[in-house]
């Protein structure tokens, strides 16, 4: 383990789901993640996440709680005491979503196709929405290619061949052996990519941080390795 390194530890119960993420820098540990599931029933397994607490020392502990409808969704998401609630469509798209730790409430409207078309933000409520603050609106101008996002919020998204997003805008992308991203660039700060033999990522080069990455297995473990050099 080297000096500097943050390395993390993810454990799996013998029905595969992760339980728990232990995070050391260096050899000092600074968080501990423990994942909670439903129980297993007679002919089932769930791995939905029932509740998950950080632990961070010191700095104490904070529990996040989850509730689900009969579908599958989040229908509720408890922090601190401060409850995030989620509406869905009979398509079980996402419709609404009450935020009070955030003080907003979002509204979301989709096509025919099921392509998101706005994002509408109010102040909190879990009733009648006020005024609204503002929307974000989604575009899929190309005739032949009925979901690919052309316009976010007023600014044009131009995308290869195959939908991958060369500028939305703001950024700029390369993309190489199909979906890997390569590169992105903007206003002079580019950020580079690299990847294994099997496509997970095993670099990040921004000008300000050069991150490493390195998974290993060990049992019902993986280890995820993150080195950031002096």
């Known amino acids: 383990m080297l000096p500097g390194s943050i390395n993390q530890y993810w454990e799996y119960d013998g029905y595969g789901r992760n339980y728990e993420i232990r995070t050391l820098l260096g050899e000092k540990q600074v968080l501990k993640t423990t994942l909670y599931h439903e129980v297993p029933g007679t002919n089932y397994v769930s791995t939905r996440v029932i509740s998950w607490k950080n632990e961070t020392g010191a700095s104490g502990t904070r529990q996040f709680d989850y509730a689900y409808d009969s579908s ?90 195959i939908g991958n997003i060369k500028n939305d805008g703001i950024w700029n992308y390369t993309w190489e052996h199909g979906r890997q991203l390569a590169s992105q660039t903007k206003s002079g700060t580019r950020i580079a990519y690299s990847y294994d033999a099997n496509g997970s990522k095993k670099s990040h080069y921004h000008p300000d941080v050069n991150d490493r990455y390195r998974k290993t297995p060990h049992g019902a473990s993986m280890h995820d390795h993150y080195y950031y050099p002096d």
């Open 72 to 161: 599958g969704n989040i229908i509720m998401m408890r922090i601190g005491g401060k409850s995030t609630m989620y509406q869905y469509n009979g398509l079980q798209q996402l419709t609404r979503e009450d935020n009070q730790a955030a003080g907003k409430t979002w509204e979301y409207t989709y096509d025919a196709g099921g392509n998101i078309l706005t994002k509408t933000e109010y102040a909190y409520t879990i009733g009648t929405p006020g005024t609204a603050q503002k929307t974000i609106t989604y575009k899929y101008g190309d005739s032949q290619w009925r979901d690919l996002l052309t316009e976010y919020n007023g600014k044009t998204v131009t995308s290869d061949a």
